[in-house]
Nanobody, 124 residues
């Protein structure tokens, strides 16, 4: 089992920045690719970003490319999502997830473990 705990969400004005963190415990963190997903009210959960086990591969949704950056610190068992130039449409609950496969998976079904989510609200 892998336990994931997100933090760093909150309320921010449009154009602002937030950094989300996801702390992992339970198994060897570097054995897992990590992803961030989000779910806005009334919408399905969607892919945001993913990073491979060693951090050499990153992938982003088109909607966040050039604004968000995913990174990881395997020594701290933590994955981050730096979010800049935030827009009201970025408002959602953000989830981190862990996947035992190689690469940086995009699909929700590829991920084995999920955190409880952290709310991000961007005001206009």
């Amino acid at each position: 089992q892998v336990q994931l705990v997100e933090s760093g969400g909150g309320l921010v004005q449009a154009g602002g920045s937030l950094r989300l963190s996801c702390a992992a415990s339970g198994r060897t963190f570097s054995n897992y690719a990590m992803g961030w997903f989000r779910q806005a009210p009334g919408k399905e959960r969607e892919f945001v970003a993913a990073i491979s086990r060693g951090g050499s591969i990153t992938r982003y949704a088109d909607s966040v490319k050039d604004r968000f950056t995913i990174s990881r610190d395997n020594a701290k068992n933590t994955v981050y999502l730096q979010m800049n130039s935030l827009k009201p449409e970025d408002t959602a609950v953000y989830y981190c997830a862990a996947d035992s496969h190689y690469g940086a998976p995009l699909k929700e079904n590829d991920y084995d473990y999920w955190g409880q989510g952290t709310q991000v609200t961007v005001s206009s």
